[in-house]
């Protein structure tokens, strides 16, 4: 099996290098990220600007477990986002044809992909993109946005779980958004999004240079915190919430 | 009436005068767009990165149509992306209260979002925040890419899409992606989302300072050219395209 793994933390973070070692024993992996974080940057492709790619060797790894990786998978960067480097990897690394990728994985994210958070996500971006060539994709994030964040409890979990929706078969225009809490983990559950918004999302800010604008900041509000079939109600109650994403985003009910 | 106008392709555009002009009749107006172009941003917003914001003066107009925008409706220009344009305007023009804003369009884009271009699309993504905060929202977009399309036509056509659409009422969670092929017109449809995908998207090259890449390009190919129920048949058939998109992107059908 042919395995694309991208993300949007950027390289050598420990959600990748979690991914990059759960994937390695279902088949040949290839890693394309984005060199440095580009967070929030939900499907953006990069219009008019340069697009660099560059494959990694032993001597570039920053990290003994980044080391592993390069050792053992083809590992590349780019200063172009997710959604462009499941672009870059079809035409530039399989000769434009996105048959020969099997399967897309993006992540582990840094930070849970929820409710509306899914509209912004870098990482399922790069998923729906592989969506609209017909390739299986699976995004994975962990609800801790620390660096040091401790993935190893999902180490075992992912591996199933993608073996589980492979053999269940990858229906057409539809990927999987997959988020785990915080561990110890009390289930596995197929879910909904979670109807919510962000609100207070300006900080007044001054840079260094002196420039006056704003951070965005913010704070979460769930719209339906009682409802048991939604992904915050999984993470909040310890359970990993597996929610299938559509490309097609018409609203057929209204039509 | 409070309106908020966002586009992607930035301050000036004959898109965005066009809709100003088009929208002004119906209420009162404040633009927020990205001070320079940001296309194929989707829903991407600056983590991490100061947003600016400035007022516009009659100084400032670049073309007399600018300063009849500028006398008439409140101008803001920022460097964060469609998607922040929405979030400032709420949070720093609005207190922070987006019940204020009573509708919100974006565009009118130079190059149509039909198909999956709607994932790709920064006129949509800035329509996707407004949704996720109950704002009705609608994003226009005109099949001509050029810098001088002809916007002349469509109008008429704007506030008569927005008043059917208003008197309509918005479902919770939905906004509206209208297309406009190049005139003369022939109707106007309700439809779906056309199936489709890009290929052959890179193009090697070279910048000015040596530098190899790639620059995005690529060939849109239509999975179903013959279905007359999709925004791509509209727009092949001299025909205005509205379609109901869905903030909630959860498959309910295999749910």
Chains 1, 2 share one sequence.
Request: hydrophobic letters at 35%; aromatic letters at 6%; one cysteine or more.
């Amino acid at each position: 099996m042919e395995i694309l793994i991208t993300n949007d933390d950027g390289r050598g973070t420990k959600g990748l290098l979690t991914l990059a070692r759960a994937m390695r024993p279902l088949g040949r992996v290839t890693v394309l990220v984005p060199e440095n974080g580009r967070s929030g940057m939900s499907s953006a492709i990069s219009v008019g600007r340069l697009m660099t790619l560059r494959q990694l060797t032993a001597q570039d790894a920053l990290t003994e477990e980044e080391r592993d990786i390069i050792g053992t998978c083809r590992v590349y960067v780019t200063n172009g986002t997710p959604a462009d480097c499941v672009k870059l990897a079809i035409n530039a690394l399989y000769d434009g044809d996105d048959r020969r990728i099997d399967l897309t994985v993006s992540g582990i994210n840094h930070g849970h992909n929820a409710s509306v958070n899914l509209l912004y996500s870098g990482t399922m971006g790069a998923c729906l993109v592989a969506t609209e060539h017909g390739i299986p994709a699976i995004g994975f994030s962990l609800d801790d946005h620390s660096q040091d964040a401790d993935f190893s409890f999902m180490e075992p979990y992912i591996p199933e779980i993608t073996r589980q929706l492979l053999e269940e078969g990858f229906k057409n225009g539809v990927c999987y958004n997959v988020n785990a809490p915080i561990g110890p983990l009390h289930g596995v559950r197929r879910t909904r999004q979670c109807a919510g918004h962000w609100e207070k999302e300006l900080a007044p800010h001054t840079d260094e240079h002196g420039n006056e604008g704003y951070m965005l900041t913010g704070q979460f509000i769930n719209h339906e915190p009682e409802a048991e079939d939604t992904d915050m109600w999984c993470l909040a109650h310890g359970m990993v919430s597996i929610q299938p994403v559509r490309l097609d985003m018409t609203d057929y009910e209204l039509l």
